[in-house]
Antibody, heavy 124, light 108 residues
Framework: QVQLVQSGAEVKKPGASVKVSCKAS????????MHWVRQAPGQGLEWMGW????????NYAQKFQGRVTMTRDTSISTAYMELSRLRSDDTAVYYC?????????????????WGQGTLVTVSS | SYELTQPPSVSVSPGQTARITCSGD??????AVWYQQKSGQAPVLLIY???KRPSGIPERFSGSSSGTMATLTISGAQVEDEADYYC???????????FGTGTKVTVL
């Protein structure tokens, strides 16, 4: 079965960077886009961007452009999301989520499997 | 930008029917997807492509869409259905991937 296992909680100071990992298993990692979604405490879900693990192509939400970097290591079936210049309002749970459509479709559709989430706390 | 609007809360008695709406200008052209999120947990896919239910999702969950509004229906709500529900879709240009504002469902 599809599993996405994320790295553990992080505490960072304002201005620092954080890198969250998402290890995939149970399917061909390069065959499906991977998205990142975040959720601030008590708030809704917010899409951050996606990466095509096969090609490395990325698409970031405009809000995060210049601060977010999504990468992958196909040898260990792991996707990464790095957010820089952290602010207090970046405190959130960060999720990786697999796209439901095979990447050869060339388009993203929706998220069918989610990681367990990684809490990132930004505090001085 | 693009927005999907949901009611903040819906209350339903056990065994009764709850309906959650999601309003968005591009919904006539784009599918709606629904997620359930229980407290402290990751979201779970409930409905995709407006009406389809993944395997393992109880039949009491159903989706529909008409014009600019998509609807999630819980027929015969159970106490375990208490959760936040989010719709999701993409705008007509394909540039914005958006979640709805979320609806808290209380079963009591």
């Amino acid at each position: 079965q599809v599993q996405l296992v994320q790295s553990g909680a992080e505490v960072k100071k304002p201005g620092a960077s954080v890198k969250v990992s998402c290890k995939a298993s149970g399917y061909t990692f390069t065959g499906y886009y991977m998205h990142w979604v975040r959720q601030a405490p008590g708030q809704g879900l917010e899409w951050m961007g996606w990466i095509n693990p096969h090609s490395g192509d990325i698409n970031y939400a405009q809000k995060f452009q210049g601060r977010v970097t999504m990468t992958r290591d196909t040898s260990i079936s792991t996707a990464y999301m790095e957010l820089s210049r952290l602010r207090s309002d970046d405190t959130a749970v960060y999720y990786c989520a697999r796209d439901a459509a095979p990447s050869y479709y060339g388009q993203v559709v929706y998220f069918d499997n989610w990681g367990q989430g990684t809490l990132v706390t930004v505090s001085s | 930008s693009y927005e999907l609007t949901q009611p903040p809360s819906v209350s339903v008695s056990p065994g009764q029917t709850a309906r959650i709406t999601c309003s968005g200008d591009a919904l006539p052209q784009k599918y709606a997807v629904w997620y359930q999120q229980k407290s402290g947990q990751a979201p779970v896919l409930l409905i995709y492509e407006d009406t389809k239910r993944p395997s393992g999702i109880p039949e009491r969950f159903s989706g529909s869409s008409s014009g600019t509004m998509a609807t999630l229906t819980i027929s015969g709500a159970q106490v375990e259905d208490e959760a936040d529900y989010y719709c999701y879709s993409i705008d007509s240009s394909g540039d914005y991937y958006v979640f709805g504002t979320g609806t808290k469902v209380t079963v009591l």
